[in-house]
């Protein structure tokens, strides 16, 4: 069974960080791509961050770019968003997706590729 826990959500002011955990179980990361997400009420989903988890490439929406840092540890089967000097407007549920194989360039963000996910964990920046 594949499931995919997220962790690390929490109440932080702005400029702080946090950093969410993406768990895989069931499934072994090696040859998809772990995508990150986010909704805000009333917005649409977000893609965020993305990582090629066989090769590392990595991905980022030009909102969190150079704030964000997405990782993986294949020991752990788990990537990891770090997520530094958070802003008001980075509140929201974050959810990883996992996607079979690699995407193009231009299609890492599109959530409907992504076949299983988490049940999300809340970001509220806050002061």
């Known amino acids: 069974q594949v499931q995919l826990v997220e962790s690390g959500g929490d109440l932080v002011q702005p400029g702080g960080s946090l950093r969410l955990s993406c768990e895989a179980s069931g499934f072994t990361l090696d040859a998809t791509t772990i995508g990150w997400f986010r909704q805000a009420p009333g917005k649409e989903r977000e893609g965020i961050s993305s990582i090629v988890f066989s090769e590392g490439t990595t991905y980022y929406a030009d909102s969190v770019k150079g704030r964000f840092t997405i990782s993986r540890d294949s020991a752990k089967n788990t990537v990891y968003l770090q997520m530094n000097n958070l802003k008001s407007e980075d509140t929201a549920v974050y959810s990883c997706?996992?996607?079979?194989?690699?995407?193009?360039?231009?299609?890492?963000?599109?959530?409907?590729?992504?076949?299983?996910w988490g049940q999300g964990t809340q970001v509220t920046v806050s002061s």
């Open positions: 997706g996992l996607l079979d194989g690699t995407p193009l360039p231009t299609q890492w963000a599109q959530a409907e590729l992504y076949f299983y």
